[in-house]
């Protein structure tokens, strides 16, 4: 059974930056068929995807948090990280990560597997 | 303010068939697969439904998708307690260089 588990801080301090990452257990994060995606949920609010990896390397940003986000794999440890650059209040959230379809194949809005989210705090 | 819009709220009796509604447009609807994601209250979002009517293994056959041109909708029948949940649409947008977009869930409460 594959599992993802986030991980990293639960504070993060406004302008800094926000590092999680995401181990995928139960299956390789270098298969074919899949990205590997993060997505946010303030407190009390909707779904935001917050970008997509596969195992080569190559990512899809939401264009409203490119300019702050980078995704990157590391498919020794079979993890994925976000790091999201000069955060402020409006990051606080709780932040999934999630196994997506294979953007390029089929573009799709897929995700069959989640972590089980982590709440990051921005504040001082 | 979300991409593709359902209503905030919906109710329903035990028993009853409910139907929640996803609008969108022509780059992600209209040309894309929608999805659908049940979430349980303190858990992490769970699909429920995959290119515009498919159920993964193990959802019941209570829960069905429908797609008619920019438009989506989940049906829920023989409603149960269980069922009271958020329920989030999704799909695939080409506008600019492609991205996810989600409506902004229903929350769905079982009188």
């Known amino acids: 059974q594959l599992q993802l588990q986030e991980s990293g801080p639960g504070l993060v301090k406004p302008s800094e930056t926000l590092s999680l990452t995401c181990t995928v257990s139960?299956?390789?994060?270098?298969?074919?068929?899949?990205?590997w995606g993060w997505i946010r949920q303030p407190p009390g609010k909707g779904l935001e995807w917050i970008g997509s990896?596969?195992?080569?390397?190559?990512?899809y940003y939401n264009p409203s948090l490119k300019s702050r986000v980078t995704i990157s794999v590391d498919t020794s440890k079979n993890q994925f990280s976000l790091k999201l650059s000069s955060v402020t209040a409006a990051d606080t959230a709780v932040y999934y990560c999630?196994?997506?379809?294979?953007?390029?194949?089929?573009?799709?809005?897929?995700?069959?597997?989640w972590g089980q989210g982590t709440l990051v705090t921005v504040s001082s | 303010q979300s991409v593709l819009t359902q209503p905030p709220s919906a109710s329903g009796t035990p028993g009853q068939r409910v139907t929640i509604s996803c609008s969108g447009s022509s780059s992600n609807i209209g040309s894309n697969y929608v999805y659908w994601y049940q979430q349980l209250p303190g858990t992490a979002p769970k699909l429920l439904i995959y290119?515009?009517?498919q159920r993964p293994s193990g959802v019941p056959d209570r829960f069905s998708g429908s797609k008619s041109g920019t438009s989506a909708s989940l049906a829920i029948s023989g409603l149960r307690s269980e069922d009271e949940a958020d329920y989030y649409c999704?799909?695939?947008?080409?506008?600019?260089?492609?991205?996810?977009?989600f409506g902004g869930g229903t929350k769905l409460t079982v009188l």
């Open positions: 139960g299956g390789s994060i270098s298969s074919s068929s899949y990205y």
């Open positions: 999630a196994r997506h379809g294979n953007i390029v194949v089929v573009p799709a809005a897929i995700f069959d597997y």
């Open positions: 999704a799909a695939w947008d080409d506008s600019l260089s492609g991205l996810v977009v």
């Open positions: 290119s515009n009517n």
């Open positions: 990896i596969y195992y080569s390397g190559s990512t």
